[in-house]
C-alpha cells in the first residue's frame, strides 16, 4: 500500500496530522475488513488514519495472491 500511496499523500493531501514518514504511514493503516469472493479473490479495507479525510483504502487481490488494485474510497 505504501509503495502506491504513501507519494500520493505526500504530494496530494494535506492531512491534519501532517506529514509523516513511509513507516509510520503504514502504521497509520488499520484493516477493517476482509470480503471473499466466490472465485477466491478477496478485498482488504483499511481506514486511513486520517491521512486521506476518512476515506478508506481498498486492495484488492486474485485469488493466486497477486494485488489486482490499491485505491482510494469513499
Request: with cysteine; glycine share 10%.
Amino acid at each position: 500500500i505504501a509503495d502506491e500511496l504513501y507519494q500520493l499523500y505526500r504530494d496530494n493531501w494535506r492531512s491534519p496530522i501532517g506529514w509523516t514518514s513511509k513507516s509510520l504511514f503504514c502504521r497509520r493503516l488499520k484493516l477493517s475488513s476482509v470480503t471473499f469472493s466466490p472465485d477466491g479473490s478477496y478485498e482488504c479495507w483499511f481506514s486511513d488514519g486520517g491521512m486521506f479525510q476518512g476515506h478508506d483504502v481498498e486492495v484488492r487481490i486474485s485469488a493466486e495472491d497477486e494485488i489486482l488494485q490499491i485505491g482510494l474510497a469513499g
